[in-house]
């Protein structure tokens, strides 16, 4: 029985299941009220979707937001199970992973519905994406102090979410697990998992079955990662040699913080402004590529409902608008089960209730990604070679700088793989269970500029193989 209804679309299905049989998801240890019987505008899909709340502290009133998709396609029950958290810190996992990125559903041009993305990573896995910490999109507290957060309390509420998550879908603990993210989530994952780790050694019971950490375009080292950003700006030409040559001459990195970023002397100062200053507001940061979409332009057409998609470089520019309007939509909030307390704000992508430890991000990863490896988890970090943000400049270099410091041999020199019968990006890889690899063309997003390069990624990942170096992967 369950076995057709995977076979039939679920926006069909889910209107001819009676009652008895919607019942029967209980039995096979999924929460019927969790059930997503099909959003608004949804296209007819074959897998289901579940979302709601998972509480974190009832004491405090403190509930993490969730959006599962499972896996499309044969032998989905046997998938494994990733975890895929966005950004910020403050930015929402399930309007940005799972509805913008790698999801399987993209918002319309028109903001009234979904279309789908035949590249989602649920062709691969199961997903699960948690609107993290607290007061991110539906993620909230009824205890307002719970608002000023950290990593620590980041990490310790999404281990909690998981072992109360498990409970309602027991058929996930014995899945593979995957942690991954990307930006800010390179704070989030490496500590998550790194208490997940300290769970298993402790527990008699329930470990969690962790096959491998991937974070993209993710900040790790904040003194190093910055440095790159102008590095970046002047290999692409985005400033001139002069002002690139002041930030060098002017700029000492090693003591950047984000408390006090202006710690730096004047000259410094005042070169890092010319240069934010040249590159201006008119190009996409976060990927230098595309143009930039007009947001009072887009939301005034939305709102009079008409077709506003922009297209460049093959994307949607205007998506994150397309999506703001859709997700505060109360029809599509009640079928996500979503915004239970009725929250005196509107949904959006980053949240503006959040007041986030200023200082956390000063904190060096690499300790954490050493210890993870040395747990026998293999550590993939990739980058879109078109983000600014984060660029792969500071990425790369700090995977080496972990390799040397543990004693890591190179054993995929650094070379192009590929997808596609295209290079795709370029890889190394350092013993066994460190890769750092970018993504062609892609960007600080790159499920969502390259979603057919990020797929191929993701299933290497998964699948435990190094990425193919020819265009023929049997031989890669």
């Given at each position: 029985?369950?076995g057709?209804w995977?076979?039939?679309?679920?926006?069909?299905?889910?209107?001819?299941?009676?009652?008895?049989?919607?019942?029967?998801?209980?039995?096979?240890g999924?929460?019927?009220?969790?059930?997503?019987?099909?959003l608004?505008?949804?296209?007819?899909?074959?897998?289901?979707?579940?979302?709601?709340?998972?509480?974190?502290?009832?004491?405090?009133?403190?509930?993490?937001?969730?959006?599962?998709?499972?896996?499309?396609?044969?032998?989905?029950a046997?998938?494994p199970?990733?975890?895929?958290?966005?950004?910020?810190?403050?930015?929402s996992?399930?309007?940005?992973?799972?509805f913008?990125?790698?999801?399987?559903?993209?918002p319309?041009?028109?903001?009234?519905g979904?279309?789908?993305?035949?590249?989602?990573?649920?062709?691969?896995?199961?997903?699960l994406?948690?609107e993290?910490?607290?007061?991110?999109?539906?993620?909230?507290s009824?205890?307002?102090?719970d608002?000023?957060?950290?990593?620590?309390?980041?990490?310790?509420?999404?281990h909690?979410?998981?072992?109360?998550?498990?409970?309602?879908?027991p058929?996930?603990?014995?899945?593979?697990?995957?942690?991954t993210?990307?930006?800010?989530?390179?704070?989030y994952?490496?500590q998550?998992?790194?208490?997940?780790?300290?769970?298993?050694?402790?527990?008699?019971?329930f470990?969690?079955?962790?096959?491998?950490?991937?974070?993209?375009n993710p900040?790790l080292?904040?003194?190093?990662?910055?440095?790159?950003?102008?590095?970046?700006?002047?290999s692409?030409?985005?400033?001139?040699?002069?002002?690139?040559?002041?930030?060098t001459?002017?700029?000492?990195?090693?003591?950047y913080?984000f408390?006090?970023?202006?710690n730096?002397?004047?000259?410094?100062?005042?070169?890092?402004?010319?240069?934010?200053?040249?590159?201006?507001?008119?190009?996409?940061?976060?990927?230098?590529?595309?143009?930039?979409?007009?947001p009072s332009?887009?939301?005034?057409?939305?709102?009079?409902?008409?077709?506003?998609?922009?297209?460049?470089?093959?994307?949607?520019?205007?998506m994150?608008?397309?999506?703001?309007?859709?997700?505060?939509?109360?029809?599509?909030?009640q079928?996500?089960?979503?915004?239970?307390?009725?929250?005196p704000?509107?949904?959006?992508?980053?949240?503006?209730?959040?007041?986030?430890s200023?200082?956390?991000?000063?904190?060096?990863?690499?300790?954490l990604?050493?210890?993870?490896?040395?747990?026998?988890?293999?550590?993939?970090?990739?980058?879109?070679?078109?983000?600014?943000?984060?660029?792969?400049?500071?990425?790369?270099?700090?995977?080496?700088?972990l390799?040397?410091?543990?004693?890591?041999?190179?054993?995929v020199?650094?070379?192009?793989?590929?997808?596609?019968?295209?290079?795709?990006?370029?890889?190394?890889?350092?013993?066994?269970?460190?890769?750092?690899?970018?993504?062609?063309?892609?960007?600080?997003m790159?499920?969502?500029a390259?979603?057919?390069r990020?797929?191929?990624?993701f299933?290497?990942?998964v699948?435990?193989?190094r990425?193919?170096n020819?265009?023929?992967?049997?031989?890669?």
């Amino acid at each position: 029985m369950a076995g057709s209804w995977r076979r039939t679309p679920l926006t069909a299905a889910a209107a001819a299941l009676p009652w008895l049989l919607l019942g029967c998801v209980c039995a096979l240890g999924y929460p019927e009220s969790d059930l997503v019987r099909g959003l608004p505008g949804q296209p007819p899909v074959a897998f289901r979707q579940f979302a709601g709340y998972v509480d974190v502290d009832e004491r405090a009133g403190r509930s993490l937001f969730y959006y599962l998709a499972e896996a499309d396609g044969a032998a989905a029950a046997s998938k494994p199970l990733t975890l895929w958290l966005n950004g910020g810190p403050g930015c929402s996992s399930v309007g940005g992973g799972a509805f913008t990125e790698l999801g399987p559903f993209y918002p319309r041009g028109d903001g009234r519905g979904l279309r789908i993305n035949d590249k989602s990573w649920n062709k691969v896995s199961n997903l699960l994406f948690v609107e993290s910490p607290a007061g991110v999109g539906w993620s909230y507290s009824n205890t307002s102090s719970d608002y000023k957060t950290g990593d620590a309390r980041t990490a310790s509420d999404m281990h909690i979410f998981l072992l109360k998550w498990y409970e309602k879908f027991p058929e996930y603990k014995s899945r593979d697990l995957f942690l991954t993210g990307e930006s800010y989530a390179g704070h989030y994952i490496p500590q998550l998992t790194n208490v997940l780790i300290s769970h298993n050694k402790e527990s008699k019971g329930f470990k969690f079955n962790i096959k491998g950490v991937a974070i993209g375009n993710p900040l790790l080292k904040l003194d190093r990662d910055i440095a790159s950003i102008y590095e970046y700006f002047w290999s692409h030409g985005m400033i001139s040699d002069e002002v690139g040559l002041a930030i060098t001459n002017a700029c000492d990195f090693e003591d950047y913080t984000f408390s006090s970023p202006h710690n730096e002397s004047q000259s410094c100062n005042d070169a890092i402004a010319e240069a934010n200053k040249v590159v201006g507001d008119y190009v996409n940061n976060y990927d230098v590529l595309l143009d930039v979409c007009y947001p009072s332009i887009v939301m005034q057409e939305l709102r009079l409902r008409k077709y506003v998609t922009k297209i460049s470089m093959g994307v949607d520019i205007c998506m994150s608008y397309e999506r703001f309007f859709y997700f505060n939509l109360p029809e599509v909030q009640q079928a996500l089960h979503a915004n239970r307390t009725r929250l005196p704000y509107k949904w959006s992508m980053c949240s503006a209730v959040l007041n986030y430890s200023d200082t956390d991000g000063n904190i060096n990863i690499l300790p954490l990604l050493q210890r993870i490896i040395e747990h026998n988890i293999p550590v993939w970090v990739f980058s879109g070679d078109q983000d600014s943000v984060v660029p792969l400049l500071g990425s790369r270099t700090l995977v080496r700088e972990l390799a040397h410091d543990m004693g890591l041999d190179v054993t995929v020199p650094y070379r192009a793989w590929f997808h596609n019968d295209q290079v795709a990006g370029w890889v190394t890889e350092y013993g066994k269970l460190l890769t750092f690899a970018t993504v062609r063309g892609a960007a600080h997003m790159v499920p969502f500029a390259q979603p057919d390069r990020a797929l191929g990624l993701f299933r290497w990942f998964v699948d435990g193989q190094r990425l193919p170096n020819t265009t023929n992967p049997s031989t890669g």
